[in-house]
């Protein structure tokens, strides 16, 4: 069975920064691509940024310039570095894999709630 497992998340005041943790097997680590989404109550879950197994990373415009992604190869994991927190990026953050080659097939983990308020 496959898991990810997030930590990292809780309080931050505006302003302030976070960093979520998503750890997976090494199977699953070494040929997906690794990324976070978020969801508040009443809203679709919406992409906040990725990372191939070759280190290319992108991300939504909300984040640009504020959200970093990286891997980290020792641990299997990945981590989303979060600068500048806004109010409005109050969230339940999921981790998820994906990879289309050979087959599609997709991974969520449980989610962290990430809550940035004065």
């Known amino acids: 069975q496959v898991q990810l497992v997030e930590s990292g998340g809780g309080w931050a005041q505006p302003g302030g920064s976070l960093r979520l943790s998503c750890a997976t097997s090494e199977i699953i680590f070494r040929f997906f691509t690794m990324g976070w989404y978020r969801q508040v109550p009443g809203k679709e879950r919406e992409y906040v940024a990725s990372?191939?197994?070759?280190?290319?990373?992108d991300f939504a415009s909300s984040v640009v310039g504020r959200f970093a992604i990286s891997r980290d190869n020792a641990k299997n994991a990945v981590h989303l570095q979060m600068n500048n927190l806004k109010i409005e990026d109050t969230a339940v953050y999921y981790c998820k894999a994906l990879r289309r080659l050979p087959t599609s097939q997709s991974f969520w983990g449980q989610g962290t709630q990430v809550t940035v308020s004065s």
């Open positions: 990372i191939t197994i070759n280190n290319y990373t």
